[in-house]
């Protein structure tokens, strides 16, 4: 009996030693969201995977995720967990220069550490998933790849942004100026890649956003079609830059010409950018995302009551092209003056000399034909802040001069252009221009890049372009209606974004002309004056010339009275690609907007999200002729209170916009 006993003892022994090393161990670790509707799922096997079960519905099935690194080490291969830390936050983020002043942050949090120095902090929110990878070497890491999947169940209906002009044939150099395609995931072309955020519809109104933040000292995500899959994507990283030169429109650009073999290079621990899945129930919660104001770091910047954002009068767009002037309007002195008298009639905080203002390449010396000093004076005796424009590479060059030059003369701030990359070096780059900016007070603009988080980490950075805003009808026919309702739901949920509105010569469909000189956008009047509540951008140009803006002193002076940050937002009504209604409060005031596509349409604004009492509304609408002559509106005014409703009509292209101050 004893015999037996240990005959089966031993016989239990060697089953298991042979289950064991015949089979790998399969591990599963699980976070879910606050309301436990939304399950992030991380597996261990051989490799790292991650999936995400929202209701009753599979969202990500198993997709791999690693860093590789040059020694030939993988971080997410055979992973064995040292260590795993679960908490909770539940707190409220207060925002500066945002479309809220408040920012709840409620989610579980579950972080993984690796035997090797490395980990995972995975997020679970009640609106999203979101994964960060973390390095504890202490010799720092060189990265040779990411690898980064999320691969969907079904082949869903996506908005691709494809990247259409790459530079100097570097399919990673491009100004992030984008039309969104709508096709299958499985359609993905095989020329280009994607950049992000890019939204998929997930049938019965849901739809995912695909987002990165924190995007600190390390390059932007690409995505391309997960070739295995086809439907699902895979992140793509552009190499770093050992080759450089300048190049393009007035050799203004700062290309690449050659690439390491890496993508990043650290000295020292630290968290990567943190992947983001944001999961909305329809339309409207979509155009309400506040991922990235959550996730991003916080405020490096202690005393923030210097930030001012505000409305600038710009100076490109509409070609100096002021009229009924006793000088030759253009890149002078007394063009500026005539600008700066103009902010200061209407109330429009600053003015911004754009391309031309200073030398050649030599951003310390202005050209002949501008008195900096002169201006400077002026704008301060009219209470007008002055902006400089500038090209990336020649700011860089002389960065620390330039803000302590410029500051010192009472310069409120830079529009940086021409990025047009987002490589390892690039956007270290935005943070330390950032940083230096900050120390000497001084605002930002950032063009030719798209925001991922800097903003809140340091928020004299106002303004990004990275969007295919008004000044690309000055030469092109791009069918901007529909693209402007779509940028609400994508594009912004990444961050403020320069369109650059206010366009006075409005067109039709068939009446519009791409000009140079005399530019005019598509859609309505009222289109254009409805943006500034659709649109989030805490520095925000008004485009047209001053001449212009006294013609049309009526619906100016309803722009410049407009704010560019909130205390609160409401998304009312929203169909991506569509339609928008969006209402935001400063102070006791609110602002709605409203914009179409090319169809015309009704619908009802309820006005129940008011608090109590009456208000005095302005309202201008879509005239009755809008749809011949885009200049067309109505203006009204009239009593509110939040039990009523209003139904309002948009024409073709058409907006509606109105202010309701509370008596």
Known sequence: MKKSIRYLTQ????????NCYSAPKLSKYLISSPDKQTVLQLKLGADLQWSVINGSDTLLTPSTISLH????????????????????????????????KEVPDHYNQMTVTFKGDYGLIFRAYNDGVAYRFFSTKKGGIVIVDEEANFNFKSDHKAWIPYVRDPREGDK?????????????????????LAIL??????GNQKKALLMETDLEDYPGMYLNLNKQTKQGFEGVFPKYP???RVGGYENLNYWVSKRADFIAKTSKPREFPWRVVFISKNDKELADNDMVQRLAASSRIADVSWIKPGKVAWDWWNNWNITHVNFRAGINTPTYKYYIDFASEFGVEYVVLDEGWYKGHDLLTSSEEINLNEILNYAKSKHVGILLWTAWHDLDIVKEQAFTKYAAI?????????FDRDDQKAMRSCYDLAEIAAKNKMLLDYHGMKPSGIQKTWPNVLNFEGVKGLENVKWARDNMPPYDVTLPFIRMMSGPMDYTPGAMRNATKENFQA?????????????QMAMYMVFEAPLQMLCDNPTIYRKEAECARFIAKTPTIADRTVVLEAKVSEYIVTARSKNDTWYVGALTNWDARSLDVDLSFLPEGQYKTEIFSDGINADRDATDYN????????????EIHLANGGGWAARLEKL
């Open 11 to 18: 016989l239990f022994v060697i089953l298991i030693a042979v």
């Open 69 to 100: 690194l040059t020694d030939g080490s993988v971080l997410g291969i055979n992973p064995h967990i040292v260590s795993i830390k679960r908490e909770t936050g539940n707190k409220i983020l207060f925002a500066v220069n945002y479309r809220k």
């Open 172 to 192: 990673f150099q491009t100004p992030f100026e984008i039309i969104y395609d709508q096709s299958r995931i499985s359609q993905f072309r095989h020329d280009s």
């Open 197 to 202: 955020p890019l939204l998929v519809d997930l």
């Open 242 to 244: 050992v080759g450089e």
């Open 410 to 418: 009472g310069v409120k701030g830079f529009k940086v252009d021409f």
């Open 515 to 527: 000009s140079n000189s005399m530019p005019m956008s598509q859609g309505t009047r009222v289109h």
């Open 635 to 646: 203006r009204e005014e009239k009593i509110v209170t939040n039990k009523d409703k209003l």
